[in-house]
């Protein structure tokens, strides 16, 4: 396909995003992601894109895209994309306080049969994290280790990118340690003991022992890992169950939890 038949799709793309024509996603959005390509029964990249882009649009009534800067690598087509809106209502549990925001960076894109896939080129986690930052969705560093103002559950598979950069699995030899998966108390007993407070909690999934997140102050569960090599946790946040391995830095969704019940 030529340069100007990707540019047209992806122009087509925004074009009807911006008019709130959803539908778009499926004729134009690859089915797998950009390098990872979900099993049977795992979400689709048009099925979390379209879920993305409603609740932005939901959020951000005025949302809009802007394409810009295409430049044609090989097989890949590179360009600058602009997303700006009015924050007005609540996204992801963090309420809209108006602000405006806008957020320029480079994408890179793979084109076959028509459809797209495309991924943020060199994000820096710390620009992610400041974006997320200026719509409430990870507090001020001052108040990382204080509980979370709001109720905020970002998509699990969101945090699955944030924290490992990608979408599919990390290889993990250690799921059959798991010997516990519901937690038997809501607080990090080593913190109410010091009288300190924390952001979120985890739970062991090898001996069911509940300490505070790596961004409390203590970080109890990771100190319990640290001591017992009790590689496997789960958030216990809310309804967030998504396992993390230490060892490997592998992120998965708390489904896989059902199997050990
Ligand atoms: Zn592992
Ligand atoms: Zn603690
Ligand atoms: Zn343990």
């Known amino acids: 396909m030529s340069i100007n038949g990707q540019k047209k799709i992806v122009q087509q793309f925004v074009e009807a995003v911006n008019r709130g024509d959803m ?29 993305i882009l409603l609740d932005l649009r939901t959020a951000f009534p005025d949302f809009k895209m802007h394409v810009e800067d295409f430049v044609d690598v090989g097989e890949r087509l590179t ?59 990870v507090p001020p560093p001052e108040d990382m280790d204080k509980p979370l103002k709001y109720p905020i559950a970002l998509p699990e598979i969101l945090l699955k990118v944030l924290f490992t950069g990608q979408v599919g ?15 038997d108390t809501d607080v990090c007993q080593d913190c109410v003991a010091q ?18 997140c790596d961004t409390a102050k203590n970080k109890h569960a990771k ?10 946790i789960r958030s216990i946040r809310l309804e967030e169950s998504w396992v993390w391995c230490y060892e490997d830095s592998a992120f998965f969704s708390g489904k896989i939890l059902e199997k050990y019940r």
């Open 169 to 183: 699995d990390k290889d993990c030899s250690h799921l059959d340690l798991i010997q516990v998966v519901q937690p």
């Open 223 to 232: 100190k319990h890992y640290e001591e017992t090599g009790h590689l496997l």
């Open 79 to 137: 360009f600058r994309m602009t997303m700006s809106g009015t924050h007005t209502k609540g996204l992801w549990g963090a309420p809209g306080k108006g602000n405006h925001i806008k957020w320029t960076s480079t994408v890179t894109s793979r084109f076959s049969n028509g459809k797209f896939a495309f991924q943020w080129k060199d994000l820096p986690p710390q620009e992610v994290v400041s974006k997320l930052r200026e719509i409430d969705l």
């Open 195 to 212: 009288g300190d407070v924390w952001p979120a909690l985890r739970m062991c999934l090898i001996c069911g022992y509940v300490g505070c």
């Open 23 to 51: 539908e778009i996603v499926n004729q134009v959005i690859d089915r797998d992601f950009y390098n990872y390509a979900p099993a049977a029964g795992e979400e689709t990249a048009p099925e979390v894109v379209r879920q």
